[in-house]
Each structure stands twice: as C-alpha cells, then as structure tokens.
C-alpha cells in the first residue's frame, strides 16, 4: 500500500498554508522610511496609489501579502471549552452575537453586539466588545457560574482594536489612534496617534517577541519595539502595477 512519507506530507501542507496567505512580497521589497506627517505633501505620496499590506509569522519568519478588507477582517472569532466552544461573531451595524455552541448542537446565547476577538489569556477565556455606545470598545472576561455562562468588563478601550495578538505574556492591540500593551489585564497606551489618519489604519498584528513586533497597515508596515518603546515603519518600494 502506497504511504505518502511524513515529510513530503509536512511540506506539501506548508505548501498550501503558505497559498492560502498569498505571499506575494519580500522583506527586501520594502524600505525603510520616516513617519511623515499627518495631512503633509509626504504623507499624501505615502498614501496615494497604495497597496493595504498584512504581516503574520511563518514558522518565525515575517511573511507579508496584500491585505483584502472582504476576507481579512475578522468576522468570526472561537475558542474550544468544555463541553462546546465560544462563538463570537461580528456584523458591523447589524450587530453580532456572542454565543455557546455545545457539542450536542445546541446554541445559547451570551451576548449581543460585535466581537472580533475571542481568546485565552492565562487559563481564562476574553473577548472584546466593539458595540459600546461610544465606539471604544471594552474587554470582558467570561465566567461560568450554576451552569451558566456570564461576563464581567475589565476596562474600556479608548476606541475599538482593529487586530490584536498575545505574545510573551502580554496582550498587544492596535486601533486608528491608539497601540496598547496590556499587562496582567493592565492596560498601557505605547504610542497615541501614530495611525491617526484613517487611511493608513492597522490591518494586522504579529509577534515573535517584544522586540520584534510587526503591524501591516496601507503602503507597508511597522516594526515595533515595544522593550525601549522605538519603532521603524516601512514603505513598499517596488513601483505599483497600475503607475
């Protein structure tokens, strides 16, 4: 009987996570620039003409590819538990829902609103809450208490996180405005303002470290250390199919 080796079997999987992401880039493919100024002739030719770029790690390595605001947006959000898993969903202004799913098929709801991210964080189950009726969004830890599950806020953001990822112990999150760093449920403000214009806007976050922390946004990305709070921001340096 034909067995297909199980290193041919690891690489032709590698192959198609690696297709799924559409890696069309290089790190080479981008340069090193200055943060130009908000609404400034720079920033202007920074934005213009511009692919949306997202970064995520492949077995350590910064991988980046054009990001599709249809299939990379996060609309849906899990996390397996006893018994089920928790389902979050978000449907922008018609509102999502935070939902458990047993494993018999049965489905009880939690919460309504929008929740674009449903993780674990030290044994304990989050989710974010984009629908306050501010537009800061919040963050809430799950409970499970006589059978029924629950929620308590933990803090209110300054406005809702686009992407965020959990590295070396820390919970990392970047909106418009703000980039935090949360810290045994602590919440840290690393830099304000840096995505301040809503046309470059972080897409993606993706971390091997503190140090070495990768935000993709529209025209290239940023490269974040977040041990002596510096950073590098990128441009995309090849010439665009349509100039």
């Given at each position: 009987m034909f067995e297909l080796k199980p290193l041919f079997i690891w690489l032709l999987i590698s192959g198609l996570i690696d297709s799924l992401y559409a890696q069309k880039y290089h790190v080479t493919d981008f340069e090193e620039t200055q943060v130009p100024k908000s609404d400034s002739a720079a920033w202007h030719k920074f934005i213009s003409h511009q692919l949306d770029f997202k970064v995520w790690l492949r077995h350590g390595e910064l991988k980046i590819g054009e990001f599709d605001t249809n299939k990379d947006l996060p609309h849906q959000a899990e996390v397996s538990v006893d018994r089920g898993r928790i389902v979050g969903t978000d449907e922008g202004e018609f509102y999502g829902r935070l939902t458990f799913e047993d494993d018999g098929g049965g489905v009880t709801q939690i919460k309504t609103g929008d929740f674009p991210f449903v993780f674990v964080y030290k044994h304990d189950v989050f989710f974010i809450d984009t629908t306050d009726p501010f537009r800061k969004g919040a963050l809430y830890k799950l409970t499970y208490?006589?059978?029924?599950?629950?929620?308590?806020?933990?803090?209110?953001?300054?406005?809702?996180?686009?992407?965020?990822?959990?590295?070396?112990?820390?919970?990392?999150?970047?909106?418009?405005?703000?980039?935090?760093?949360?810290?045994?449920?602590?919440?840290?403000?690393?830099?304000?303002?840096?995505?301040?214009?809503?046309?470059?806007?972080?897409?993606?976050?993706?971390?091997?470290?503190?140090?070495?922390?990768?935000?993709?946004?529209?025209?290239?990305?940023?490269?974040f250390n977040l041990v002596n709070n510096t950073y590098k921001c990128f441009k995309y340096s090849k010439k665009y199919p349509w100039d």
């Open positions: 208490d006589d059978g029924k599950y629950a929620y308590e806020k933990i803090f209110d953001f300054d406005e809702p996180p686009h992407t965020m990822c959990i590295v070396d112990g820390d919970i990392l999150a970047g909106s418009f405005n703000y980039f935090y760093r949360i810290h045994d449920l602590q919440k840290e403000v690393i830099f304000k303002g840096f995505f301040s214009d809503e046309t470059v806007s972080p897409t993606s976050i993706a971390a091997t470290d503190l140090q070495h922390v990768y935000i993709g946004i529209d025209g290239g990305y940023v490269q």
